[in-house]
């Protein structure tokens, strides 16, 4: 594995973010080209100011893997977020993204131990996170990680909607 640390994000660290999510985003879910829906979501959504605030929010965790200074991926978690499927308050992986030339390396495992054992020392009990149904790659991954499809959910944009599976993990 690419020697890897893993860091809490830094309001100062929200450019490179922002650049990352954008194109790691457009590469995962853009296949058919890029829409307007697409565009405005990544524009908006991953701007540096909103990632800036984001940052610094106390009911979010943003954490990065840098590899020789610079960030090859990036994990959100939102600390009370209302499972659409049993209407509890539950941790919620909100992003998790590597940076496509090292897709492979162990950096999605690194950034979701780094959470997992944040959450056990929290005493957490529950990881949820959505993911699209036609991700497999993702899905696989998760799997792979402990995490179990326990329902699914629309997810409506600007014109059309995307089913996306809702994983759970038990944190033992
Ligand atoms: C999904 C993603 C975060 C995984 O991160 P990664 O760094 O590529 O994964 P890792 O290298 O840490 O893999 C960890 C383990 O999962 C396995 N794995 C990873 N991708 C897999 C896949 N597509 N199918 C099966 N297993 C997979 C690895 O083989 C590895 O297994 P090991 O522990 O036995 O060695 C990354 O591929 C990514 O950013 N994809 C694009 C963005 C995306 O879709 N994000 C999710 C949005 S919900």
């Given at each position: 594995m690419t020697k890897i640390s893993i860091e809490k994000a830094d309001p100062s660290d929200a450019l490179r973010i922002s650049v990352l999510l954008k194109t790691a985003y457009i590469q995962a879910y853009a296949y058919d080209g890029i829409s307007f829906e697409y565009a405005n979501f990544v524009t908006n959504r991953f701007s540096v100011e909103y990632i800036e605030k984001s940052i610094q929010k106390k009911s979010s965790l943003f954490l990065v893997a840098f590899n020789e200074g610079n960030i090859v991926g990036v994990a959100e978690i939102i600390?009370?977020?209302?499972?659409?499927?049993?209407k509890t308050n539950v941790v919620e992986l909100s992003k998790l993204y590597v940076h496509q030339t090292f897709i492979g390396k162990g950096i999605g495992k690194a950034l979701m131990n780094a959470i997992e054992s944040e959450l056990r020392s929290m005493g957490k009990a529950h990881i949820n996170l959505e993911v699209y149904i036609k991700n497999q790659e993702a899905i696989a991954f998760y799997e792979k990680q402990g995490f179990t499809i326990i329902g699914s959910v629309d997810c409506v944009m600007e014109e059309n909607s995307y089913e996306d599976l809702i994983m759970n993990k038990v944190l033992t």
């Open positions: 600390y009370n977020s209302l499972c659409p499927i049993r």
